[in-house]
C-alpha cells in the first residue's frame, strides 16, 4: 500500500513539474555578458551537482572540501546533488541555484534555455592552470563565450573478467560484433547515450558511413548504430546505470564484459579478478562543468567557488573522492600516490581518444549543413526501441 | 472581564454543539471534509493532471513543456510497436504473477482456515505478515542474490542438472510472485473462512470427494475473494518497475517507459500519455469485477 501511495505521490509531483516547467524561461542564448569586475562575496551559495562533488563532511568527517572555503570566503554554503543530466535541468530550472556542475549533456541544453551566463575567466585566477586540452570545448563554450569551467572528466571504459574473457580485449568488439562469444553476461550502460558509444566503434570499423563525431549522426548513421545495439540486445544480461548494481553483477559473474568507470574499477575486489582497458577505437566520456546561473544573487561567492573547485587542493579532494582525473597537474601532488596516474589526468593523447557527453542536436555537432542531424529526444525513442 | 470572556466560550460551545446535534447533515459535512478534500486534491486532481499533461507537448531541447492541445502523443502510445509489445509483455506478466499467487495462496489459505488449530493459525498469520516487515527493495534485492549465477539458486539446482534461470523475465514472475504473495493470501483466507463447515460436511455426506468438493462447493463461493485477491496482485505488478529493474536483466515494464520518460528524456507528456495504459487498464478490469460483486468483499 505504501508503494501505491508512492506512485500517487509521484503523480503529484509529476503535475506540479509540469505546471512549474510551463513557466520556465524562452531560450535567449549568447545575447547576455559575462561581469567585468568582482565584488565582496554575498555571504551564501546554493550549488547544484552530481553526488560528492560538494562534501562538507557530513556524509563522512574526513571528506570535506567545502568548510575551507566557508571559512576563506565567508559564503555559506548549500548543496543539492542530482541523479541524471535530465533531473539537473528540472531542478536548475527551479531558479533556486547558483551554479551547477553539469555534464556535457546537459551544458548545450542549459546554454540554449538562457539559464547561466557567460564567465569571464580572468576573474578566475585558478582557470589559467587548467589542462588547455579542456578549454574552449563544444560542451562549455558557445560563439567563443565560455560557460563553464571543468570540474573533473573520465572515460567510460571497457571492463572484463580476467579468468573469463580470454585474450584480454583491445577492441569495443567484444561487446558488439562478438559479443555472442558472452550471450547473457554483456552489460551496456542504460542510457540514450550510450548510443554514442556505439558510433565510436562504427568510426573505426565502418568508415563508409562517414561518422566525424559519435555525438552528430543523421538518420542513416543512427539507423546503423541502433541496428548494432539491437544485435548486441540479444547477448546482454543486464542494462545498468546505478553503479552499485554493476559492481554487484561483475562479482558474481553475471556480467563478465561491458562498459565501466574508472571508479567502480577501483571499487571491484581482488577476487573478482576484473581489468579494465581504453579500446583501440577510442571511447566515450564526461568532463564536467561548473556554471553559474543567470539570475543568480551571489554572483561574487559563484565565482569564488569556481576558482576554489579548480584550485589544487580542493580539485585534487573532489575529483579523488568522486574518482575522475583532477584538471589541473598542480593537483596531483595533493591526491593519494598514484592518484593522478590511475586516471590517466593531464594524459593528452588518452584525453583525445576521449569523446565526451556532449547533447545531440539537430544543427549537426561536426559542422555539417547539408543534412539535419537527429536529436536527444529521437535518441531517447530510438533507446526505448533497442531495449524493446 | 475574565468571567464574562469564559461565561461567552462556554455559550458559544454551546450554541456550536446544539447546532450540530440538531443538524445531522452538517456534522457528516465537518467530519467528512478533511479527508474529501485529500482524496480530491491528491488523487483526482493527479489524475486529471495526469490526463490533460498527456495532451501536451515538450521542447526537446530545452525541456519545456508547451501548453498546446495535440493527440500525438495519444497517437503515438497506440500505434507505435514498440508500446503495444511492452503493454502485452506486462499484462502477460502480471497475469502469470497473479494465477501463480493464486495456486500458491490457496492450499496455504485453506489449510490456515479449515485444517490449522487456533494457536497454529495464528503462527501462520503472523509468517504471512512477516515479509511485509522488511523493505520491499530488501526483499528484491535477495532475489537478485538468490537468482545470480553463483546464487542459492544455482548451487541447489546444479546437483540435480538444473540451473538458475538467471535475470530476466523469469526472474521477474517469481519475485513479484513472491512479494505479492501475503495480499494473495489473506482475501483468500478470509473468504474461506467465512465457508462453513457444514457446507463440506454436507457435500461430503451427500458422496462427493475432496477435489468435487473444492471444485463445486468452495470455489464457487469463493470467487469474490480470489478477484479480490487477483486485483492486488494484478495492479501491483501492473505498475511496477523497480522489481524489472533489480532482477529483470535488459527486458523492460510499462513502468520502466514511464520512468525513461520522465527521467531520460525529460518528455512528461509522453509519460503521462504511458501511464494512461495502466490506469485504462485497471478501469477496465475493475468494471468487469465489479460485475462480480467482489469488491463489496474487499
Not at chain 1, 598514484?338 to 581518444?353: E, I, L, N, P, V
Not at chain 2, 493464486?102 to 492450499?107: G, K, M, R, V
Amino acid at each position: 500500500m505504501k508503494l501505491a501511495a508512492m506512485k500517487l505521490s509521484a503523480l503529484f509531483v509529476g503535475a506540479a513539474m509540469a505546471l512549474s516547467a510551463c513557466s520556465a524561461a524562452t531560450p535567449s542564448a549568447s545575447t547576455a555578458s559575462s561581469i567585468t569586475k568582482l565584488g565582496k562575496g554575498e555571504g551564501s551559495l546554493s550549488l547544484l551537482g552530481w553526488p560528492g562533488y560538494a562534501e562538507d563532511g557530513s556524509n563522512d568527517p574526513k571528506v570535506d572540501w567545502v568548510t575551507p572555503f566557508e571559512q576563506a570566503s565567508g559564503c555559506q554554503v548549500t548543496f543539492k546533488s542530482y541523479g541524471t543530466s535530465d533531473e539537473a535541468l528540472n531542478l536548475f530550472k527551479t531558479g533556486n541555484y547558483d551554479a551547477i556542475a553539469a555534464s556535457g549533456d546537459a551544458t548545450l541544453r542549459l546554454i540554449a534555455s538562457g539559464a547561466v551566463q557567460p564567465l569571464n575567466t580572468k576573474l578566475i585566477p585558478s582557470y589559467k592552470g587548467v589542462y588547455s586540452f579542456l578549454k574552449n570545448r563544444a560542451w562549455n563554450t558557445v560563439d567563443g563565450k565560455t560557460y563553464g569551467v571543468p570540474h573533473g572528466y573520465g572515460a567510460n571504459l571497457l571492463m572484463y573478467k580476467k579468468d573469463v574473457v580470454k585474450p584480454a580485449p583491445t577492441s569495443w568488439s567484444v561487446v558488439f560484433d562478438g559479443s555472442s562469444a558472452y550471450k547473457g553476461h554483456v552489460t551496456a550502460y542504460d542510457s540514450p547515450i550510450y548510443i554514442a558509444d556505439a558510433a565510436v566503434y562504427l568510426m573505426a570499423h565502418n568508415p563508409k558511413l562517414g561518422i566525424k563525431n559519435p555525438y552528430a549522426l543523421d538518420d542513416n548513421q543512427l539507423k546503423a548504430a541502433v541496428d548494432l545495439l539491437k544485435s548486441q540486445r540479444a547477448n546482454v544480461g543486464e542494462y545498468w546505470s546505478d553503479y552499485l548494481k554493476e559492481i554487484s553483477a561483475f562479482e558474481s559473474g553475471d556480467s563478465v564484459v561491458g562498459t565501466t568507470w574508472q571508479v567502480i574499477v577501483n571499487s571491484m575486489s581482488a577476487k573478482a579478478n576484473v581489468g579494465a582497458v581504453l579500446p583501440s577505437e577510442g571511447a566515450t566520456g564526461w568532463s564536467d562543468s561548473w556554471m553559474v546561473a543567470s539570475n543568480t544573487k551571489h554572483v561574487n561567492c559563484a565565482y569564488k567557488w569556481l576558482d576554489y573547485i579548480d584550485s589544487a587542493k580542493a580539485n585534487a579532494a573532489a575529483t579523488e573522492y568522486f574518482g575522475e582525473a583532477p584538471v589541473t597537474q598542480a593537483a596531483c601532488q595533493y591526491g593519494s600516490a598514484g592518484f593522478c596516474d590511475s586516471y590517466h589526468a593531464g594524459d593528452a593523447t588518452y584525453a583525445s581518444k576521449i569523446w565526451y557527453w556532449t547533447t545531440p542536436i539537430a544543427k549537426c555537432l561536426d559542422g555539417r549543413t547539408d543534412v539535419q542531424c537527429t536529436d536527444y529526444a529521437a535518441w531517447t525513442t530510438a533507446w526505448q526501441e533497442i531495449k524493446g | 472581564m475574565a468571567r464574562a470572556g469564559s461565561d461567552f466560550r462556554t455559550s458559544f460551545a454551546h450554541r456550536i454543539s446544539s447546532l450540530l446535534f440538531n443538524r445531522a447533515k452538517l456534522r457528516l459535512g465537518l467530519l467528512l471534509a478533511a479527508p474529501i478534500t485529500w482524496l480530491v486534491l491528491i488523487y483526482v486532481f493527479a489524475l486529471v493532471a495526469l490526463l490533460v499533461t498527456a495532451f501536451w507537448t515538450v521542447d526537446s531541447f530545452t525541456g519545456a513543456v508547451h501548453m498546446e492541445w495535440s493527440l500525438n502523443n495519444i497517437q503515438t502510445v497506440l500505434t507505435s510497436s514498440l508500446y503495444r509489445a511492452v503493454t502485452l509483455r506486462t499484462v502477460g506478466i502480471a497475469c502469470l504473477v497473479t494465477i501463480a499467487d493464486l495456486i500458491l495462496a490457496f492450499p496455504i489459505a485453506f489449510f490456515m482456515a479449515k485444517i490449522a488449530g487456533p494457536r497454529s493459525r495464528r503462527l501462520l498469520v503472523i509468517a504471512i505478515l512477516m515479509p511485509l516487515w522488511a523493505s520491499y527493495l530488501v526483499k528484491a534485492y535477495a532475489w537478485r542474490a538468490v537468482l545470480s549465477h553463483d546464487g542459492l539458486l544455482q548451487w541447489l539446482l546444479a546437483p540435480i542438472g538444473g540451473q538458475t534461470p538467471g535475470y530476466g523475465l523469469t526472474a521477474v514472475i517469481l519475485t513479484q510472485g513472491y512479494l505479492w504473495l501475503p495480499y494473495v493470501i489473506l482475501p483468500i483466507f478470509t473468504g474461506l473462512e467465512k465457508v462453513q463447515n457444514s457446507l463440506l460436511e454436507a457435500s461430503s455426506d451427500l458422496g462427493a470427494k475432496n477435489w468435487q468438493t473444492i471444485r463445486r462447493v468452495v470455489l464457487p463461493l469463493l470467487v469474490p475473494s480470489i478477484v479480490a485477491a487477483s486485483i492486488f496482485s494484478f495492479s501491483l505488478t501492473l505498475g511496477d518497475y523497480i522489481t524489472v529493474n533489480i532482477v529483470g536483466g535488459a527486458s523492460q515494464m510499462l513502468g520502466n517507459l514511464v520512468y525513461t520518460n520522465v527521467g531520460a528524456a525529460n518528455n512528461l507528456p509522453m509519460a503521462a500519455a504511458v501511464a494512461l495504459i495502466p490506469v485504462i487498464l485497471m478501469f477496465g478490469y475493475l468494471a468487469a469485477v465489479r460485475r462480480t460483486g467482489a469488491l463489496e468483499s474487499l
